[in-house]
């Protein structure tokens, strides 16, 4: 049997539920073969609330390991946190130059429970570098507001509005995770693929064990891809994983709860 090869451009989530963590027990989950290149290592504080704090890989370290990983031929990529707005440009440069057209951007601008944006200048560089090469983005609706310039984002029409401006900027789709944030009585998402929008709906789920929903979700698009589905069957499994994942979310302390990355396979299909 042929491996598919999948590789994650992110951060290290030392707790495990996030980042690189959720990308790569996510893949394993898919049966496909996962790479990395870490950006940074985010440690959390256990005598400062869980407070973040973000240590940036040197640059030349992250080139170091594009160039490792684009050597063997990735079948599909993703992006998860990459801080600073000259990872995002070398990021995009060695994805470009992969050719792929199967490239995941989950612009991860904030850790949950915290609420500024990592790196004001991010959010203008994932503009400039990575919407014109993406597959796919998806953004939460906070990033959604930054990504279109639109602000706070609260209805499902400002999620289509803002939707159409990410593709305008190049991104061939986008899913706009509305999640249990929107004022509504499901969890909703909405994929557009430049022509039709799609209304994925889900039951809210009452948890707040739900740490690296995000990641997860992208990181099952980036492996259906990978195993050859089109676009709007990959969102709709990663939909489908995700929730399973976030039913059986779980309390690691008194500060973090992540999803069960292997909820969709062992627990409840
Ligand atoms: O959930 C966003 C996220 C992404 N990547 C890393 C993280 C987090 C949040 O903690 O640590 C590495």
């Known amino acids: 049997m042929e491996m598919k090869k999948v590789l994650t451009i992110a951060g290290s989530d030392t707790s495990g539920g996030a980042g690189i963590q959720a990308d790569l027990k996510t893949f394993q989950e898919h049966g496909v073969y996962g790479m990395t290149a870490l950006t940074t290592i985010v440690t959390m504080d256990p005598d400062n609330h869980w407070s ?36 995002i440009e070398v990021a995009a440069k060695h994805m470009k130059a992969s050719g792929s057209d199967k490239i995941v951007i989950d612009p991860v601008m904030v850790c949950k429970g915290e609420d500024e944006v990592l790196n ?52 061939k789709s986008v899913v706009i995770k509305g999640g249990k944030q929107l004022e509504h009585e499901k969890a ?21 064990y739900n740490h690296g929903a995000g990641c997860t979700f992208a990181a099952a698009v980036t492996a259906n891809l990978a ?34 990355h292997g909820a969709f396979n062992r627990i409840q299909k």
């Open 120 to 171: 004001p200048e991010a959010p203008v560089a994932m503009r400039e570098f990575l919407l014109p090469i993406a597959a796919v983005v998806t953004p939460n609706l906070f990033e959604a507001g930054q990504l279109s310039q639109l602000g706070p984002i609260r209805t499902v029409d400002q999620m289509k509005e803002a939707a159409q401006k990410i593709v305008d900027l190049g991104a």
């Open 188 to 208: 909703l998402d909405l994929f557009y693929d430049g022509s039709d929008f799609t209304v994925l709906e889900a039951e809210k789920v009452a948890t707040t």
């Open 227 to 260: 195993n050859g589905k089109d676009m709007k069957t990959a969102v709709s499994n990663a939909k489908d994983f995700v929730s399973a994942a976030i039913r059986h979310g779980f309390k690691l302390n008194e500060y973090v709860g992540p999803v069960m």
């Open 52 to 87: 973040h704090g973000v240590h940036p890989v040197p640059i030349d370290t992250i080139e170091a390991q594009l160039k490792t990983a684009m050597s063997v031929g990735i079948d599909a990529m993703k992006t998860g946190m990459l801080a600073t707005a000259e990872i």
